[in-house]
């Protein structure tokens, strides 16, 4: 067979710790026998990190820039620990955080679903994406311990030295608390452009949903921004794909997301989606199945699993144990990663591989072969026969052979 071509490179952001040989694996098994793989390699791995001063991640996330689409292996954010252990000079942040502030992305975090995997809310019948607005709120707040009685005043002094508001917060009486939040038009905008953005190219329902009859100004500026880039720049194309964009208020969508089906993309402001998202994707399962992208609103995507380096599974590898460390959200990264870029390029075999690559993962599972996260799980007909790492992705390996 004749390998599949690609004209423009992928971007390859690779890891850490066992997702790094799992990585490997999953290039050797399932890519680079069938794919002219084109990548343009940068190892966002802590050493390389350390080595370059952190310059590699900011290199990497302007490539994602540059050319559109990039996949992702999951990364060490450093801690003290990790800071000792690496003998580092600095407690490197957050790639992603990097990563995303580069972009000024949003992540958007979706289950991948199996028959015999069931979510705990049963008729949730296909996913549901979570977009979660990561800039301000009570992330970005000031607090204040209000020691006894006194008067708490909200006040915007402008560039010119104009005091606006001036609204008494409260009269305490006694000692309480008092905190402030802001956030920007400009990064609600951008939350907005990627939300809608995705929701397109997904062909998914948007909802969004805030607390704007309560507050009637702050989270009715979302609101409006969201309303008024709809109108001047989706309304249509989602006529045409007939796709809806939905607001309704915090408490009735989670009545409706609870009573729904599934499939279809749920926005929210970032306390909302912080906690919302790890209350839906437990509910649909394991955090092995869920993969997460990052939109910028330019429509720059950048693809991953949604969990971490799984650092005790690769303690175990070091040490010559054999390791059933589920390998799904990475793949799947790579099947969003290398599908964006067949769309993008007018690559059909590419995109017709990564269905197919999706295909036999499922199917593999479908069929009982599963890794070990997944066994207390599986309600499926099949048995559930645990494999290890390697074993699984020949498993897939051979239901993807017979479809190319
Ligand atoms: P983690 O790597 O997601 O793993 C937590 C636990 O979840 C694992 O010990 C394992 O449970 C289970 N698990 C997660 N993924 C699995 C998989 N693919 N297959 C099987 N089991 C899986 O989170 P963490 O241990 O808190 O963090 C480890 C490192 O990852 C940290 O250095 C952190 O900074 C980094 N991290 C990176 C990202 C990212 O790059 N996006 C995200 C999160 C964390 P059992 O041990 O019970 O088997
Ligand atoms: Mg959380």
Same mark, same amino acid.
């Given at each position: 067979m004749e390998k599949i071509k690609m004209t423009t490179p992928l971007v390859e952001m690779d890891g850490d710790e066992m997702t790094r040989i799992l990585w490997q694996n999953i290039k050797d098994e399932l890519l680079l026998p069938y794919i002219d793989l084109k990548t343009e390699y940068y190892d966002l791995g802590l050493p390389v990190r350390e080595e370059t001063k952190d310059q590699i991640t900011t290199d990497a996330a302007l490539a994602n820039k540059k050319y559109g689409v990039a996949v992702k292996c999951a990364t060490i954010t450093p801690n003290a620990q990790r800071v000792q252990e690496y003998n580092l000079s600095k407690m490197w942040k957050s790639p992603n955080g990097t990563i995303r502030s580069i972009l000024d992305g949003t992540v958007f975090r979706a289950p991948i679903m199996v028959?015999?995997?069931?979510?705990?809310?049963?008729?949730?019948q296909q996913p549901i994406t979570i977009a979660r607005h990561?800039?301000?709120d009570v992330y970005k707040n000031v607090e204040f311990?209000?020691?006894?009685?006194g008067k708490a005043v909200l006040n915007y002094v402008s560039e010119d030295g104009n005091i606006q508001?001036?609204? &008494?917060i409260c009269d305490f009486e006694g000692a309480g608390v008092i905190q402030g939040l802001h956030n920007k038009d400009q990064s609600i905008t951008s939350f907005a452009h990627a939300c809608f953005q995705y929701a397109l190219s997904t062909k998914q329902d948007l909802w969004f949903s805030t607390k704007d009859t309560i507050s009637k100004i702050y989270d009715h500026n979302f609101k409006d921004i969201f309303y008024d880039i709809y109108a001047r720049c989706y309304e249509q194309q989602f006529k045409e794909l007939g796709l809806e964009f939905f607001y309704t208020l915090i408490d009735d969508a989670v009545a409706r997301v609870i009573r729904s089906k599934g499939g279809f993309i749920w926005a929210l402001k970032n306390y909302d989606g912080d906690v919302m998202s790890d209350m839906v994707s437990t509910a649909f399962g394991s955090l092995a199945m869920m993969t997460s992208v990052l939109v910028s609103p330019e429509g720059n995507f950048e693809y991953e699993a949604a969990?971490? &380096?799984v650092t005790r599974h690769y303690y175990k590898y070091l040490k010559g144990e054999e390791t059933s460390t589920n390998p799904v959200a990475t793949i799947f990264a790579w099947s969003g990663a290398l599908r964006k870029r067949g769309e993008m390029d007018g690559l059909a075999d590419l995109m017709a591989f990564a269905d197919k690559l999706e295909a036999s993962v499922i199917e593999t599972i479908e069929s009982g072969i599963m890794t070990g996260d997944l066994v207390g799980l599986w309600e499926g007909e099949a048995p559930a026969q645990k494999v290890n790492s390697v074993d699984f992705l020949k498993a897939i390996r051979g239901k993807l052979e017979a479809k190319l």
């Amino acid at each position: 067979m004749e390998k599949i071509k690609m004209t423009t490179p992928l971007v390859e952001m690779d890891g850490d710790e066992m997702t790094r040989i799992l990585w490997q694996n999953i290039k050797d098994e399932l890519l680079l026998p069938y794919i002219d793989l084109k990548t343009e390699y940068y190892d966002l791995g802590l050493p390389v990190r350390e080595e370059t001063k952190d310059q590699i991640t900011t290199d990497a996330a302007l490539a994602n820039k540059k050319y559109g689409v990039a996949v992702k292996c999951a990364t060490i954010t450093p801690n003290a620990q990790r800071v000792q252990e690496y003998n580092l000079s600095k407690m490197w942040k957050s790639p992603n955080g990097t990563i995303r502030s580069i972009l000024d992305g949003t992540v958007f975090r979706a289950p991948i679903m199996v028959n015999g995997i069931n979510p705990v809310v049963k008729n949730w019948q296909q996913p549901i994406t979570i977009a979660r607005h990561a800039y301000g709120d009570v992330y970005k707040n000031v607090e204040f311990r209000v020691p006894g009685p006194g008067k708490a005043v909200l006040n915007y002094v402008s560039e010119d030295g104009n005091i606006q508001s001036n609204q &008494t917060i409260c009269d305490f009486e006694g000692a309480g608390v008092i905190q402030g939040l802001h956030n920007k038009d400009q990064s609600i905008t951008s939350f907005a452009h990627a939300c809608f953005q995705y929701a397109l190219s997904t062909k998914q329902d948007l909802w969004f949903s805030t607390k704007d009859t309560i507050s009637k100004i702050y989270d009715h500026n979302f609101k409006d921004i969201f309303y008024d880039i709809y109108a001047r720049c989706y309304e249509q194309q989602f006529k045409e794909l007939g796709l809806e964009f939905f607001y309704t208020l915090i408490d009735d969508a989670v009545a409706r997301v609870i009573r729904s089906k599934g499939g279809f993309i749920w926005a929210l402001k970032n306390y909302d989606g912080d906690v919302m998202s790890d209350m839906v994707s437990t509910a649909f399962g394991s955090l092995a199945m869920m993969t997460s992208v990052l939109v910028s609103p330019e429509g720059n995507f950048e693809y991953e699993a949604a969990h971490g &380096t799984v650092t005790r599974h690769y303690y175990k590898y070091l040490k010559g144990e054999e390791t059933s460390t589920n390998p799904v959200a990475t793949i799947f990264a790579w099947s969003g990663a290398l599908r964006k870029r067949g769309e993008m390029d007018g690559l059909a075999d590419l995109m017709a591989f990564a269905d197919k690559l999706e295909a036999s993962v499922i199917e593999t599972i479908e069929s009982g072969i599963m890794t070990g996260d997944l066994v207390g799980l599986w309600e499926g007909e099949a048995p559930a026969q645990k494999v290890n790492s390697v074993d699984f992705l020949k498993a897939i390996r051979g239901k993807l052979e017979a479809k190319l």
